[in-house]
């Protein structure tokens, strides 16, 4: 079973930029980074392979990066140009084997306990 602890949320303002991590143990999972906002459902923000593919959802395209340091066992999200819509909570979450994509987040059975992101206007 592996373990995702995040780190890294906190209050900025629109335009700036925050870079969450996740520590994980375990090998040969899809990683990801999933969102939720109050009063809206949990949505995949971005996931990358043991392999190095990542798929980053369209509405933060551009603006954040999924990246992962496999010597320490850390995933990241880069994100760039906040915007208040960006408000959520964060989780890390792992599933065994392939992402393929941004599966539905009831795909993965393992989840952190998440990060507060909140970005003022």
């Known amino acids: 079973q592996v373990q995702l602890v995040e780190s890294g949320g906190g209050s900025v303002q629109a335009g700036g930029s925050l870079r969450l991590s996740c520590a994980y143990s375990g090998n040969n999972y899809c990683l990801g980074w999933f969102r939720q906002a109050p009063g809206k459902q949990r949505e995949g923000v971005a996931t990358r392979d043991n392999d190095g593919r990542a798929f980053v959802a369209p509405f933060v395209a551009g603006r954040f990066t999924i990246s992962q340091d496999n010597a320490n066992n850390t995933l990241y999200l880069q994100m760039n140009s906040l915007k208040p819509e960006d408000t959520a909570m964060y989780y890390c979450?792992?599933?065994?084997?392939?992402?393929?994509?941004?599966?539905?987040?009831?795909?993965?059975?393992?989840w952190g306990q998440g990060t507060q992101v909140t970005v003022s206007s």
């Open positions: 979450a792992a599933r065994p084997r392939y992402c393929g994509g941004l599966p539905y987040h009831a795909y993965f059975p393992y």
